[in-house]
């Protein structure tokens, strides 16, 4: 059964796709104007005049070929009908747009993300290869010299080898966190010059076919002062439990504890803030989600991070992460650098 087919099947009305990134999972279209109309046994796709050829030629579904105003046309073309809607992605003026024109609007939340949270050999087998060059591209970083260069010029180092091994574009803006500056788990890469003996966070992905990696290594530049070489320690083995919480029937929840347990009983719970991981697909943040509040039941198919990390103000952070994908009887890591502390010059 195809995913339109599926959407369908489990659909109250005919559902209204607007996120571009859920119209280019159901029909293989990227475009930044578009919307695909879900019901039984029939699917049409709407685009405007730049995109009208591209969604043609993947001979998924009929077309139709509108102005550039979308939600206008739909309003026309769909009016008095009841149509279900996704309430995260339709905006409250669309939303409005659609209503004045007679169209019965119901909510829905999360259809074709649940559909994409379980990947097909096909998106496996390109989130392997994006993975892969993050593996290449951390390799390669290991031997780099970090000391005396600012994080944006090792940032912008990462990005370049990513597009030179063949990346589409990396998922993300690289991190690259140095000293005090790692314990910020969003840091944005600065002028910053990298010193010896302090920790630098890496976080970086890129895009492969058009689904993400993401991985994090901590890095070494030299002798650690005893509290930094302890919070490594403590989230590399916090880092393990939690990959072991991976597997099918198990929940965010479940998993995300695994891994805090391990760092709250070393006395710093508190300097660990954001969830455990999230889904990677598509979209490098997608379901499901481990962290406290996630009641996501994982299942084979599921690719996920695990990705605890310490922040200590004024001294620095780390941050270990692998990318896995969920199997019968637990997980598999994508991402296979080593984890241990990286020492670099």
């Known amino acids: 059964m195809s995913r339109l087919e599926r959407l ?6 005919p559902l209204l796709v607007t996120s571009a990134i859920n119209v280019r999972y159901l029909t293989g279209l990227e475009s930044s104007n578009a919307a695909v109309l879900v ?8 685009t405007d005049f730049r995109y009208a050829e591209a969604a043609a030629a993947l001979d998924v579904v009929p077309v139709v070929e509108t ?3 979308l939600v206008q046309e739909l309003s026309v073309l769909l009016a008095g009908r009841r149509l279900a809607f996704e309430g995260e992605h339709l905006s409250f003026a669309d939303h409005a747009r659609l209503a004045a024109a007679g169209i019965e609007l119901v909510a829905t939340y999360g259809a074709v993300e649940g559909l994409r949270a379980v990947k097909d050999a096909g998106e ?13 591209v951390f390799e390669e970083l290991s031997a780099e010299r970090f000391t005396g260069r600012s994080e944006r010029e090792l940032a912008w180092h990462v990005e370049r080898r990513f597009r030179e091994l063949g990346a589409e574009s990396v998922s993300f803006g690289v991190v690259v966190a140095s000293g005090p500056n790692g ?39 030299g002798e650690l002062s005893p509290e930094l070489a302890d919070a490594y320690a403590t989230c590399l083995a916090a880092q393990l439990e939690g990959l072991a919480a991976v597997r099918p029937g198990s929940t965010g929840a ?27 697909g598509l979209a490098v943040h997608e379901r499901p989600t481990l962290r406290p509040e996630s009641a996501d039941v994982l299942e084979p198919g ?30 598999e890591r994508l991402t296979r650098t080593a984890k241990e502390p990286a020492l670099v010059e």
């Open 254 to 280: 479940e998993a995300d504890a695994a891994a805090r347990d391990v760092i709250a009983a070393a006395g710093l719970g508190e300097r660990f803030g954001h969830g455990l991981g999230h889904g990677v």
């Open 67 to 69: 102005g550039r105003y």
């Open 8 to 13: 369908a099947s489990a659909a109250e009305a």
């Open 39 to 46: 019901e039984p046994g029939a699917a049409t796709l709407y």
């Open 124 to 136: 496996l087998e390109a989130i392997r290869r994006a993975a892969a060059l993050a593996d290449a």
């Open 302 to 331: 599921n690719v996920v991070t695990v990705e605890p990390g310490i922040y200590l103000p004024g001294a620095g952070g780390v941050r270990i992460e692998d990318l896995v994908v969920v199997t019968d009887s637990g997980c």
């Open 183 to 221: 314990a910020l788990p969003h840091a944005h890469p600065g002028d910053r010059r990298i010193a010896a003996g302090e920790l630098v966070v890496v976080d970086a992905g890129c895009v492969v076919d058009g689904y993400c990696s993401d991985c994090t290594r901590t890095y070494a530049t």
